[in-house]
C-alpha cells in the first residue's frame, strides 16, 4: 500500500511539473510600437510578425491559448522574429487596422526584415499550420541585417545653438539637379524624397513614409561646403527604370517630388 502511495505521488508530481513546464511557454510579444519593432528587425536580420486582435475575438482567444501556446511556435517566434500584437480597439491599432486594411480577425502579417510584406494570413491556424507558415519565411532571404547608410563623425554633428534650426528643407526641382543628381551607374537605385538641414527633420520624413509606404526607407548624409546635409530616400530597386516608375507613382498619387539616385 505505501509503495502504491510512493508511486501514485510521483506520478501527481510529474503532472504537475509538466503542466508547470507548459504554462510557461509563451510568445515573446514586443511591447513595442511598429515602426520600432520594424527598425528592430531590420537591425537583428529577423522578420516582423504582427497579429492583429481583440479581446472579443473568439478565434483570437482560442490561437492564444493554443497556438501561442504551442513550445515550437514560440520557440520559432521569440527566436526568428520580432513578433508584436496590435488591438484593433486601441488607437493607435484603429489606425494600423485602416493602414493594413484590416478586415477580418484574426489577421497576421509577416514581414520580412527590409520591411516587405511577405504574407497576409486571414483566418485561425492550428500550431502545425503556423509553423509551416513560419518555416517558410525563415529564410536567409527574408533576414537580411539593414544598416542604415547614415554614418556621421560626431565631430562634424557640433552645431551653433544659436543657428535657429530649420527642419523642412525639400528642395525644388533645380536645387535637386544643381546639388544630387548624379550618372546612375550603381548596381541599386533609390528614389530621393527629402533633403534637410537636420536630421531631426529627415528622422521626422522617415517616420510619415513608413506608416505609409513598405519599401525600405534611409537616410544618407553627406557635405555641403562643410556643411552636413541628411538626405531621405525610399526604395531599393535593380534597375532605373523601375526606380523611375516608382517615382512617377509617388508624384501621381501622393503629389511628392522625388528624383532616382
Known sequence: MKRFFSLLSVTILIAIGNKSNAEDIYVNFSNANINEARKKAGEEGKLL???FHAKWCTPCKWMEQTTFKDEEVAKTLNTDFVAIKVDIDDMQGFELK?????????TILIFNSQGYLVQRIEETLS??????????????E?????RHD???SPSKLIVDPEIKENDSMLLSEEEYKKYFEQEQTQSSFRVQVGVFERYKGADDMVN?????FLEPINVVNEFRNEVPI???RIGQFSTYEEAESFRKILKTEYNMNGIVQ
Not at 485602416?98 to 484574426?106: G, H, N, R
Not at 500550431?127 to 536567409?140: G, M, Y
Open 49 to 51: 510578425f504582427i497579429d
Open 98 to 106: 485602416k493602414m493594413y486594411d484590416v478586415k477580418y480577425l484574426p
Open 127 to 140: 500550431p502545425r499550420l503556423l509553423l509551416d507558415v513560419l518555416d517558410k519565411h525563415n529564410a536567409p
Open 142 to 146: 527574408n533576414k537580411v541585417i539593414m
Open 150 to 152: 547614415f554614418n556621421i
Open 208 to 212: 510619415t513614409l513608413r506608416q505609409i
Open 230 to 232: 541628411f538626405k531621405v
